[in-house]
C-alpha cells in the first residue's frame, strides 16, 4: 500500500496486540471500543510471536456439499490461491464461515497452512476451525473458533469481499496485527505513528509499575505516580 513500507509492520510485531490496541487509543480515540476481536477463539500456537499483515479475505461453507460443478469450484480456489500470491506481504488470511454452526468442516490444516505459508501469508483469523494441529505449517499461526477432525464439505464460497470474524470487521487489504490474545484492524494512517504511541505508553507505565511494585507502596503512592504519569507526553 502507498507509503507503508515492510519495515513499517515488522517494526509493529515487537509489541503484543494488547498493545497496539492500548497505542492505537491514543493515534485514533474513535477506535476505541471498536476494529478489534471480542469473542472466544482458540489460538494454534500461543508461543508464535504477533503477526502484521494486510487482509486477504474470504468466506466458505462445510456443512452441506456445494452446489456446482468440480470445474467451478476448482476455478474460485485456484483464483483464491491467486488472491493471496498477488498481494503485498506478508498477508493474512481472514476467513468468515457461513454455516450456521461454523467450523462443521476445517478449511485449515496440514496442507493450507504449508500452501499459505509459501504463498507468503502469516496465519489466519477465522470463525471456522482447524486441524492437523501436529502438522500445520511452523510458524503459521491460526486464531480459530474450535479444532475438529474432519474437512467435511469444506469450500470457498466467495473471496475479496467484507467479512466479520468474532466481532472484528475485516475489509480486503485491511492491516492486521494479530497474536495470542485476539486481532485488531490497524488504520493505514495510523502505522507510522504507532511506535510513538507504544514509546509514550510505555513511559507513563513505567512510572506506575516501579511505585506499585516497590516495597513501600501504598494508596499515596499510586495517587502520585498517577498524576505523574498523565504528566508524561
Known amino acids: 500500500m502507498s507509503g507503508i ?12 496486540t494488547p498493545t497496539i490496541c492500548n497505542a492505537l487509543e491514543v493515534v485514533v480515540p474513535e477506535r476505541r471500543a471498536t476494529g478489534f476481536t471480542s469473542e472466544n477463539f482458540t489460538c494454534l500456537d500461543p508461543k508464535l510471536p504477533p503477526m502484521v499483515g494486510y487482509a486477504r479475505t474470504a468466506t466458505i461453507r462445510a456443512t452441506t456439499p456445494p452446489d456446482e460443478s468440480t470445474d467451478a469450484l476448482k476455478s474460485r480456489r485456484a483464483g483464491y490461491y491467486e488472491y493471496v500470491a498477488n498481494a503485498p506481504h506478508k498477508t493474512i488470511a481472514v476467513i468468515q464461515d457461513l454455516d450456521a454452526t461454523p467450523g462443521f468442516g476445517a478449511f485449515w490444516g496440514e496442507v493450507n497452512t504449508a500452501i499459505h505459508r509459501g504463498l507468503g501469508c502469516a496465519g489466519s483469523v477465522t470463525n471456522g476451525s482447524m486441524r492437523d494441529l501436529d502438522d500445520c505449517a511452523p510458524e503459521f499461526q491460526l486464531l480459530a473458533g474450535k479444532v475438529g ?15 466479520t470474524i468474532f466481532g472484528m470487521r475485516v475489509l480486503h487489504d485491511d492491516i492486521i496485527h494479530a497474536d495470542r490474545h485476539g486481532a485488531v484492524v490497524i488504520p493505514a494512517s495510523a502505522v507510522k ?3 510513538a504511541a507504544v514509546e509514550l505508553l510505555q513511559r507513563r507505565e513505567a512510572v506506575i509499575l516501579q511505585a506499585a511494585r516497590g516495597p513501600d507502596f501504598d494508596i499515596d503512592k499510586l495517587k502520585k505516580a498517577t498524576a505523574d504519569a498523565t504528566d508524561i507526553h
Do not use: C, E, K, M
Open 5 to 16: 513500507l515492510t519495515s513499517d509492520l515488522d517494526i509493529l510485531t515487537q509489541w503484543d
Open 149 to 163: 477432525p474432519s474437512h467435511a464439505h469444506v469450500h470457498i464460497v466467495d473471496f475479496g469481499s467484507p467479512v
Open 193 to 195: 505513528q504507532l511506535p
